[in-house]
T-cell receptor, first 114, second 112 residues
Framework: DTAVSQTPKYLVTQMGNDKSIKCEQNLGHDTMYWYKQDSKKFLKIMFSYNNKELIINETVPNRFSPKSPDKAHLNLHINSLELGDSAVYFC?????????????FGEGSRLTVL | SQQGEEDPQALSIQEGENATMNCSYKTSINNLQWYRQNSGRGLVHLILIRSNEREKHSGRLRVTLDTSKKSSSLLITASRAADTASYFCATGGNTGGFKTIFGAGTRLFVKA
């Protein structure tokens, strides 16, 4: 069984479109994250939810909107896609809320904006 | 800004050799973690060392932490071709709230 699963794995779309990435974890963790990895492999946190509550919201354009319908799911919706949004987006979960507990990552969703 | 910075950026060694990667960070931490990322895959947690620990072992991995120098090292002994991957250090601490912050990674290539 996959612990943290993301869909889709690959996403190719045109500038200006709206797209969503879904994430589900079956580990029973309370905390989930979205990270963005750019072409240079830098991994930057975007959002974190703890039991459906937003607890981290980094300086991310408001075109990005996370949604957590329950503690096992954290989706990412992106409006008006731009070329610079091209990256690999990783969902992760953690059994603890604070101070850098071990993260369990999904396999990533590679977004390409043309 | 990135908290951790790995050194070297890339490392190429022969199978059987040891690989050492270093990580420096800027602010106080509660713990430091190392992750591995195979090409096209997600990150996998390797080891966590707490700020009051100086050394930790896990199989062929040895991690050291020097909080006075704000640095850590990851040693992989007797490397194998399957160890080829990117290795990231990540810090968790009071600075920055509930975040684990990653460095840019070291790309390790182990030649068979």
């Amino acid at each position: 069984d996959t612990a943290v699963s993301q869909t889709p794995k690959y996403l190719v779309t045109q500038m200006g479109n709206d797209k969503s990435i879904k994430c589900e974890q079956n580990l029973g963790h309370d905390t989930m994250y979205w990270y963005k990895q750019d072409s240079k492999k830098f991994l930057k946190i975007m959002f974190s939810y703890n039991n459906k509550e937003l607890i981290i919201n980094e300086t991310v354009p408001n075109r990005f909107s996370p949604k957590s319908p329950d503690k096992a799911h954290l989706n990412l919706h992106i409006n008006s896609l731009e070329l610079g949004d091209s990256a690999v987006y990783f969902c992760a979960s953690s059994p603890q809320r604070g101070f850098g507990g071990e993260l369990f990552f999904g396999e990533g969703s590679r977004l390409t904006v043309l | 800004s990135q908290q951790g910075e790995e050194d070297p950026q890339a490392l190429s060694i022969q199978e059987g050799e040891n690989a050492t990667m270093n990580c420096s960070y800027k602010t106080s931490i509660n713990n430091l973690q190392w992750y591995r990322q195979n090409s096209g895959r997600g990150l996998v947690h390797l080891i966590l060392i707490r700020s009051n620990e100086r050394e930790k072992h896990s199989g062929r991995l040895r991690v050291t932490l020097d909080t006075s120098k704000k640095s850590s090292s990851l040693l992989i002994t007797a490397s194998r071709a399957a160890d080829t991957a990117s290795y990231f250090c990540a810090t968790g601490g009071n600075t920055g709230g509930f975040k684990t912050i990653f460095g840019a990674g070291t790309r390790l290539f182990v030649k068979a």
